[in-house]
């Protein structure tokens, strides 16, 4: 349970949502004005894209970072930095006049943004024991999910009306406005500070949670969850256009549906976590992704797959991710409380590593058919499916 002390200084649910949010909005903005880059820099599409690859990357990396430095000086002055740090960033993009400005602009404002991924989950584990927490990291995805959803849509009128540069505009005036925020009602939730000598304590402090059964088995879950998501983010729109012969608006309009499903499943998570424990909400999650991805496979090799069939799979996979997904998250940051932060940020590591990896080999085996997206989705669902399996082990209580 948490400390007493913590839980009359909560800062509000909905501020602990924005924070969370400015990372994904800056992320997701700029999407649609990648293509234009090319013009505005006479650059090829290779480094263009590094805009969006490099971004992702440091996202990875610094959440190695932030975890241990939240454990150690506690969540709010590294909440606090951050927010610096990615304002810095989007200022450094909206004067950019070369790609390379752009680019390390980018880096900045990934190194800033990432922070509120990492740093949200461990406070809502210093507020709320492992069971609560399940519930709350469900709501807190839900109200995500509608960020990646709609952030591209308003990069894109924004670039048609005002220019590349107003997508910055509006993430640094939110930005200020979530620092603002968290300056006035975002309280120390760390009461359990640990040390932090230097580099060889944190890698010490990852190799004691990697050496952790449970934790690997709720980490890898949560990343072999996401490696599927990855992969059908990264495969599907190929399927619909190459193999399907349909046009790419109306993969737009089925992926909703998916969005739509997803936040179902991590609403009803919210709703009955608590209550029925992670545990078991990860079990039926990983349990009704397989059941549709083994789905989307036979109908694949039986050649009847379409939109819908293919769609309607992937919305039974969505629900179940919606189960698992905040489940295992709540799982990895309870096994050991005081390195809540930490774990945290290996754990979101993993989650971008691995859907990288599953995205990038999809890459190299898509070519003319589906049953390259089939097979990944059904070897990551599978992998997720038997590490909580395998590092869980059932009618033990994993937190130390």
Do not use: K
């Amino acid at each position: 349970m948490a400390p007493p002390g913590s839980r009359s200084r909560r800062p509000p649910f909905l501020v602990l949502i924005a924070l969370t949010a400015a990372g994904a909005l800056a992320l997701n903005i700029f999407v649609p004005s990648i293509p234009g880059m090319q013009r505005v820099f006479d650059a090829d599409y290779a480094t263009v894209q590094l805009t969006l690859t490099a971004s992702f990357a440091s996202y990875a990396v610094m959440q190695l970072v932030y975890g241990p430095l939240s454990d150690r000086f506690g969540r709010r002055p590294v909440v606090l930095a951050s927010l610096v740090v990615f304002l810095v960033g989007n200022v450094l993009c909206l004067v950019a006049d070369s790609i390379a400005t752009l680019i390390a602009g980018r880096v900045v404002q990934a190194v800033g943004g990432c922070a509120g991924f990492v740093v949200t989950r461990a406070i809502l584990r210093d507020l709320y024991d492992r069971q609560q927490m399940g519930s709350m990291l469900g709501y807190l995805t839900m109200a995500m999910v509608a960020v990646p959803m709609v952030a591209p849509a308003i990069g894109g009128y924004l670039d048609l009306w005002y220019g590349w540069r107003a997508g910055f505009l509006l993430v640094a005036a939110f930005t200020f406005g979530v620092l603002i925020a968290c300056l006035f009602v975002l309280h120390e939730t760390n009461t359990r500070l640990q040390p932090l000598e230097g580099v060889g304590d944190m890698a010490r402090a990852f190799g004691s949670l990697l050496r952790h059964r449970a934790f690997c088995g709720y980490a890898f879950q949560v990343g072999c969850t996401t490696g599927t998501f990855f992969a059908f983010v990264g495969g599907a729109p190929y399927v619909m256009v190459e193999v399907m012969g349909r046009p790419i608006s109306e993969y737009g309009l089925y992926f909703m549906f998916i969005a739509v499903m997803y936040m179902a499943g991590n609403y009803i998570s919210g709703r009955v976590s608590a209550r029925v424990g992670i545990d078991r909400m990860i079990r039926r999650g990983t349990s009704l992704a397989l059941a549709g991805v083994i789905v989307m496979f036979a109908i694949t090799v039986f050649g009847a797959l379409t939109p819908v069939t293919m769609f309607g799979a992937m919305a039974v996979i969505s629900v179940g991710n919606g189960f698992s997904t905040p489940n295992g998250l709540a799982g990895a940051v309870s096994v050991d409380p005081s390195r809540a932060g930490t774990a945290s940020g290996v754990a979101g590591f993993l989650q971008m590593t691995v859907g990288t990896v599953a995205t990038y080999v999809l890459g190299l085996l898509l070519a003319g058919t589906a049953m390259p997206l089939a097979a990944v989705m059904l070897a990551t669902t599978g992998l997720a499916f038997a590490a909580h399996r395998i590092g869980v082990r059932p009618g033990r209580d994993p937190e130390r």
